[in-house]
């Protein structure tokens, strides 16, 4: 499939309509008798659904229907470990978990494609086209009936708005990073939505482990001037990380990750592991640092970077395929979501092992997320009311009725992301803390999709 431009580059608010485009125009399209012609039966309750991205070929959807034979509760998109964590690492005790603490739930696994042979953004286009796949032909509680169809599209969108089924996302590792990709860009108020996302251990950053040149050494500057994009609320958000850590486990620091890693992390686990599978899995360097690769990025920028051939010239810029060619850059926010884009982050359950030495990742996630819920209830307040809150006044000038409000609006954003420690590595379904967990996140979705 050939993508537009913009798509390989940074993120912007056009980038996910884009991607959206792109995907419906060269994806496969779903005749009236697409189980006849696509399916596999498996099962009574169960069946195989091949869909094909573009030229790039197919990839499985395992749909794992409603225990109780009513498709009219929720709809689980499922994102596995997926190749290599498979091995010594079975996850069928996920579906089956999840089957069972949401009886009327149809859960759906998606098998996408991450190898040499499908590099990355393939499992991001197989992850998105299964959405869209599942939104389209299992996403209404009833079938538009034929004797009595609404007429006009205002009509239409009612009857449709009113049997949406409620969606959810999960994945862990490899799978927390498609389902939170798809999570945050999928949320847009008014059609089809991801309404609640629960990722276990996600790789959310794939430039772990790089370093850095100071980029006074590159480009022979006194200091670092340039940033992606500058957070216009930087001492809210600074007041708000300080308030928020004590109910937010602190990241590991670099020496603490690696005891941990070193102590207690299987090989299939290892960062040197993941690095392999990252240089593996995806086309180039520049790659790691796309929003849809790395969610953390729709938040804030990387931290590092490729250097600019425009400033280096050809002779001494470092090949694209080396990963200690990178700069370091100054951490910035970024907004997300953008401004007029209509979306509306939805409630996550985020969780990560103790002794994992993706800890901190999942932790960055929560409290990236929580903190763009606090900036977008402050920015709505002050466009309702027409002037800046004063929380940016000395503690004397601010009004206590500001402050209660900021004060709520972090508490109802800790309450809508939830993050949790468990203990040891934390994988779902490995032992019986990661049995019990995917039990408990069955009872998250539960409560969370229980109504529209």
């Known amino acids: 499939m050939k993508l537009h431009p913009l798509l390989c580059g940074p993120h ?12 419906s125009c060269d994806s496969h399209k779903a005749p009236p008798n697409l189980h006849q012609q696509y399916s596999t039966l498996v099962s009574a309750r169960s069946e195989d659904v091949k869909l094909s991205t573009g030229s790039s070929g197919q990839f499985t959807l395992n749909i794992h229907h409603p225990l109780t034979g009513s498709d009219d509760g929720p709809i689980l998109l499922y994102f596995p470990r997926r190749v290599p964590f498979s091995d010594g690492l079975p996850d069928q005790s996920v579906i089956t978990s999840l089957s069972s ?57 009612s009857y449709e708005s009113s049997n949406r089924r409620m969606i959810g996302v999960c994945g862990e590792l490899v799978g927390g990073f498609l389902a939170s990709a798809v999570a945050l860009t999928e949320c847009q108020l008014g059609r089809p939505r991801v309404s609640a996302v629960a990722v276990n251990n996600p790789v959310v950053d794939w430039t772990f482990g790089l370093s850095g040149t100071p980029k006074s050494e590159v480009y022979g500057k006194s200091s670092d001037t340039t940033t992606i994009e500058e957070s216009q609320r930087s001492s809210e958000i600074a007041s708000s990380n300080q308030k928020k850590s004590a109910a937010t486990p602190k990241s590991r620091s670099k020496s603490s990750q690696s005891e941990l890693e070193s102590s207690s992390t299987p090989q299939l686990l290892s960062s040197s592991h993941l690095s392999s599978i990252r240089k593996l899995c995806f086309p180039g360097p520049e790659s790691y640092f796309d929003p849809f690769a790395s969610p953390l990025f729709f938040f804030r920028t990387p931290g590092i970077a490729l250097p600019n051939p425009n400033l280096l010239g050809e002779d001494s810029l470092p090949k694209a395929t080396a990963e200690s060619s990178f700069i370091s850059q100054r951490k910035s926010p970024r907004r997300h979501p953008p401004r007029g884009s209509g979306l509306s982050l939805p409630s996550a359950r985020i ?14 996630l929560a409290t990236l997320m929580r903190r763009s819920m606090v900036v977008s209830a402050r920015r709505a307040k002050e466009e309702a009311e027409g002037h800046l809150l ?13 402050r209660l409000f900021i004060d709520e609006a972090r508490a109802e954003a800790e309450r809508k992301v939830q993050l949790v420690e468990l203990e040891g590595l934390g994988l779902w379904g490995a032992d019986q803390t990661g049995q019990e967990d995917i039990a408990d996140v069955g009872s998250w979705f539960r409560h969370v999709l229980s109504s529209p």
């Open 12 to 23: 912007n608010p056009t980038k996910i309509r884009l991607l959206r485009k792109a995907l």
């Open 101 to 157: 603490t949401i009886p009327n739930g149809t859960i759906v696994r998606v098998n996408y494609r991450f190898d040499e042979l499908h590099k990355f953004p393939t499992a991001l286009h197989d992850s998105l086209t299964a959405f869209d796949w599942v939104t389209s032909h299992v996403g209404l509680r009833s079938p538009l009936p034929s004797s009595s169809s609404p007429s006009g599209v205002e009509a239409f969108q």
């Open 351 to 364: 969780t990560v092992g103790s002794t994992n030495w993706l800890h901190h990742q999942g932790t960055e």
């Open 390 to 402: 004063t929380l940016d006044e000395p503690d004397e000038e601010q009004s206590s009725s500001d």
